[in-house]
């Protein structure tokens, strides 16, 4: 379940780089402890993202969780079946695919080697090894 071309976060955070975009979501360890998910807190478009820091909520039928930015960058897309403003709004899609329709931002990212500074899939492996 932890797709080996991706990279995550030790705050269970994957990231899929395209060029100098990285598409960003949760992972399937993480929408798993969070349970049913009901309402997903994103930045708008344009936003600054900065690496370590808050950049949404995900709030599950159990806890509310913050979501932290794995690069600096500026938010080029959301996802709009995670808006509550869409007629599509849909964000069980993070609990049904993880890594695929629920992921949650594209982001023109800084230094697009900052992403190969992340854990790989073994290494992310390792670290919820346990848990």
């Known amino acids: 379940m932890i797709p080996e071309e991706l990279r995550y976060t030790e705050e269970h955070e994957w990231v899929r780089l395209q060029g100098d975009v990285a598409e ?58 995670l808006s509550q403003d869409s007629d599509q709004f849909d964000p069980e899609a993070v609990n049904r695919e993880p890594y695929g329709a629920g992921w949650m931002i594209k982001a023109k990212i800084a230094d697009p080697g900052t992403v190969a500074k992340l854990l790989d899939a073994k290494g992310y492996a390792s670290h919820t090894e346990g848990h």
């Open 24 to 81: 960003i979501g949760i992972t399937h360890f993480a929408q798993d402890q969070l349970g049913d998910i009901v309402f997903v807190e994103l930045p708008a478009v344009g936003f600054k993202l900065q690496n370590g820091k808050r950049f949404g909520v995900v709030e599950s039928v159990k806890t509310v969780s913050e979501l932290y930015s794995p690069v600096d960058g500026e938010v080029v897309e959301i996802n709009s079946v």
